[in-house]
C-alpha cells in the first residue's frame, strides 16, 4: 500500500485494525505499507505471512515477543542464488546484501554505546518495545544465534516444530535454562558482524572438551618446535575463541609465550605471521594475527571483562577469575582461510 486512506476507502483495509508502519497481519490476512527496496518488500512479506502460521493456532506464545518477532525475521531474512532458489534463514554477508534490513548494525551500534541485551533483557523484551527496530534486531539475533549453533540447532529447530501442538513456549524455556547459554550469548553479541562464521566461532564451555597439546605432530613449523614445553595449548588460526586448561584467578598474574607462525589468507598473496600479528590489516584496534585473551569468568552473574592484548609474550593482570580462552586475531568473516596454528604455554 503507498496510500493506507485510498486502501480503506476502497474497503481493503479494515477500520478496526492497529495502525502500523511497515506490516500488520490478522489471522491468516496481511496487509503492507510499500517499503523502499525491493528486497525489505520481499522480506515484510515473508515477516507477516509466517505470523499467519505462528498466530492462527493456540499455542500460548503470543506473549513470546521475542521468538515470535525473531522466528518471522529470521525466515524472512532470504536470498535467491544464481540458479533461481530461494534460501531462508540467511545471516548477512555483507551490508549491501540486503538494503534496507539494517539487524546487524543496530547490534553493532549498540555495543559500541555499551548496551548489549543479555540473554534475560532479550526474553523479557515488552511488545511495546516492537514499535522501534531494535527489539526486532535483538529478537531476530536471538533466534539467529540457536538456529547457527551446532548444540542448539537440533532443540530450537524442534521447538519450533512444536507450533502446532502448543509445546514451543515449554521447549524453548527448557532450551533456554541451559546454564552456558546465557554466557555463550553474551560473546555472540560481542563479536557479531556481517558474514559472521557461527561455526568456526562456537563456543565449547568450560569442562567439556581439552585444548591440550596431543601427540599428534603439529601442521606448522614452530619457530621453537624443540624447545616448546610439554603441555602447551594449541591455538588454530582457523578458528574463533578456543579454550585452553588454564584457570585464572583474580589479582594473580599469568605469563603466556607463544611460538610458531601461521598464515592469514590466501588471496591476493598468503600472509605468514606471528603470535605478534602483522600491522598492514587491523582489526579490533589490534595487528591482524595477534595473539588475544578473553576470560569466562566462574561467577555467571559477572560481565566478561575486556579482551586481553597477548601477542608473542605477555604478563596478564586477570581482573576476575576464570577460564581463559585465545583466538588468533581476525575478522569474524575471514577465517575460513587461515591455515596453521600456534602453541601458548604459562612460563615462569
Excluded at 65 to 83: P, Q, R, S, V
Excluded at 303 to 329: F, H, I, K, M, Q
Aim: with cysteine; hydrophobic share 35%; glycine share 6%.
Amino acid at each position: 500500500m503507498r496510500s493506507q486512506p485510498l486502501f480503506r476507502e476502497a474497503g481493503l483495509l479494515p477500520e478496526d485494525l492497529a495502525q502500523f508502519d511497515h506490516g500488520r497481519n490478522r489471522g491468516y490476512e496481511f496487509w503492507l505499507n510499500e517499503q523502499p527496496t525491493p528486497y525489505y518488500r520481499a522480506h515484510l512479506l515473508l515477516h507477516e505471512f509466517t505470523h499467519c502460521y505462528t498466530t492462527v493456532v493456540r499455542h500460548g506464545l503470543l506473549q513470546t515477543g521475542w521468538y515470535m518477532e525473531g522466528i518471522a525475521e529470521l525466515f524472512a531474512t532470504h536470498n535467491l542464488d544464481n540458479d533461481g532458489h530461494f534460501q531462508f534463514a540467511c545471516l548477512p554477508q555483507q551490508r549491501t546484501q540486503f538494503p534496507g534490513l539494517g539487524r546487524i548494525r543496530l547490534i553493532e551500534e549498540a555495543r559500541q554505546d555499551g548496551n548489549l541485551l543479555s540473554l534475560t533483557e532479550v526474553q523479557q523484551q515488552p511488545y511495546e518495545r516492537f514499535l522501534k527496530p531494535e527489539a526486532y534486531a535483538w529478537s531476530w539475533a536471538l533466534c539467529q544465534f540457536l538456529m547457527g549453533h551446532p548444540r542448539y540447532r537440533a532443540p530450537f529447530l524442534e521447538a519450533s516444530q512444536s507450533v502446532t501442538t502448543a509445546a514451543t513456549d515449554a521447549k524453548l524455556r527448557q532450551l533456554l535454562s541451559q546454564p552456558t547459554l546465557a554466557r555463550e550469548w553474551e560473546w555472540f553479541t560481542r563479536d557479531l558482524c556481517h558474514g559472521y562464521d557461527q561455526m568456526l566461532a562456537t563456543i565449547t564451555p568450560p569442562g567439556q572438551l581439552s585444548n591440550t597439546v596431543s601427540a599428534s605432530p603439529t601442521k606448522v613449523k614452530s619457530t621453537q618446535d624443540a624447545k616448546t614445553p610439554a603441555g602447551s595449548v594449541i591455538i588454530r588460526a582457523k578458528g574463533g575463541w578456543q579454550l585452553t586448561p588454564l584457570d585464572l584467578t583474580a589479582q594473580h598474574p599469568l605469563t603466556l609465550e607463544a611460538f610458531g607462525r601461521f598464515q592469514l589468507q590466501t588471496e591476493p598473496q598468503p600472509w605468514v605471521c606471528t603470535a605478534a600479528g602483522v600491522s598492514i590489516k587491523y582489526h579490533i584496534g589490534l595487528p591482524l594475527g595477534r595473539l588475544v585473551g578473553r576470560i569466562w569468568p566462574d561467577d555467571p552473574q559477572v560481565p566478561t571483562p575486556p579482551d586481553l592484548d597477548l601477542g608473542s609474550r605477555a604478563t596478564v593482570v586477570p581482573p576476575v577469575s576464570g577460564r581463559l580462552y585465545l583466538r588468533l586475531n581476525d575478522a569474524w568473516n575471514e577465517l575460513a582461510d587461515n591455515r596453521g596454528e600456534v602453541r601458548v604455554c604459562p612460563t615462569e
